[in-house]
């Protein structure tokens, strides 16, 4: 059975760290791109950041260039998401996807090519 499986979030001051990891289980994890996707109160998914399916390749919003990092460990079959100078506006529950069967490069931006989700793991950051 195909799993996704985030850790723990937290609660951070403004301008404080916090790394999100994301197990996969039940499949070939490198046969799949990874995203990161949030939702904030009142407000639709948003993509994050991306990754390759061997982590050649990253992408990351606008909002968030600059303060987070996305990588992959394919022999730990786990995505990270490393955030630096948190701000307000980050505070959102924050969810891991996979797409299958992506290009070797390719990142998806579009929510709807993501198969497998996590269950979302909060991210508050206090001003």
């Known amino acids: 059975q195909v799993q996704l499986v985030e850790s723990e979030g937290g609660l951070v001051q403004t301008g404080g760290s916090l790394r999100l990891s994301c197990v996969a289980s039940g499949w070939r994890f490198s046969s799949y791109s990874m995203g990161w996707f949030r939702q904030a109160p009142g407000k639709e998914r948003e993509f994050v950041a991306g990754?390759?399916?061997?982590?050649?390749?990253?992408d990351y919003a606008d909002s968030v260039k600059g303060r987070f990092t996305v990588s992959r460990d394919n022999a730990k079959n786990t995505v990270y998401l490393q955030m630096t100078s948190l701000k307000p506006e980050d505070t959102a529950v924050y969810y891991c996807?996979?797409?299958?069967?992506?290009?070797?490069?390719?990142?998806?931006?579009?929510?709807?090519?993501?198969?497998?989700w996590g269950h979302g793991t909060q991210v508050t950051v206090s001003s």
């Open positions: 996807a996979a797409r299958p069967n992506p290009g070797l490069f390719a990142i998806d931006y579009n929510m709807g090519l993501y198969d497998y």
């Open positions: 990754i390759s399916r061997l982590g050649s390749n990253t």
